[in-house]
């Protein structure tokens, strides 16, 4: 079974779910419920790769304090390796708020150890040891960011497969750099607004053109609408699952776990994007992006019972 590396950020969750009027300056707004969790798109992704059994390490940062030993913990609990991610004293362990409710939600971020990693700290020697390198959070690792592409490059001439999730760009500039980036980039899982972002507003299947670049494989993640890709000249799309949502958070991440697990094992092209959709789906069933991720055996039977 081939193993995955994710090189990233970890933080944690408060969220704050189910509000009836979103909070303005001077004003205070009741929510009907709170959990602290897991945060971060790499660690989300990570435990749900784990979940679905596929063995999964991560290298990263974390603070030296009470918010990291409880992340570093919860991953291990769900059977992360996480032997190559190191408690730095001299940092604070990132922080999100995130607001939410059924329909959408907005996020309020302290970077803090997220924006710590860089390329140099994930060595060859570490890379040799795995079959996929999996990065997110692409415009919030500040200083992963400028070493990135060589990351991707060192694991492809190591034999490895790559994929990124960019998540979104709080400057809202969207560089040029990620595009040049994908070129060692084979799996490249953007959502609707960030493809919007990166490729000048274009609708999706004009995004989904503008950056084929005979390599990159770009799966376009739309919420509620499924997902969709370009297989040379016709496009795939795959319908998301009818489930009665408690916390959109993570979804995204849960959609990349599921592909990539469905891709290592060399699944259709139309299944791998189920195996997304079904993933990311089923893990809005609690609050938090790691409450209930599912499990392969919880896929299946959803694939099976679908028409």
Known sequence: ??????????NVDLILQGYRAFPTPGKEVLVDDFVMTLGSASAICAVGIARLGTPVAFAGKVGADVWGRYCVDSMAAAGIDMSLVVGDPDLKTGVTVSITSTRDR??????????????PDVTDAMLRDFDHLHVSSYFLQENLRPTVHALFARAKALGL????????????TWGRDLVDTLRAVDLFFPNEV????????????????ALENGHTRVVAKLGAQGCLTKDGDRFLEAKAFPVEPVDTTGAGDSFD???????????????CLRWGSACGSLSTRALGGTGRQADSAEVERLLDSAP
């Open 1 to 10: 079974m081939k193993r995955v590396l994710v090189a990233g950020e970890i």
């Open 257 to 271: 776990a599921g592909f990539i697990h469905a891709w290592l094992q060399g699944r259709p092209l139309l299944e």
């Open 106 to 119: 907005a996020l309020v971020s302290y970077l803090g150890s997220i924006m710590a990693l860089r390329g």
């Open 161 to 172: 497969s790559t994929s990124l999730d960019p998540g979104f760009d709080p400057s809202e």
């Open 194 to 209: 960030e493809l919007k972002g990166i490729t000048g507003g274009a609708s999706i299947p004009e995004g989904l053109k």
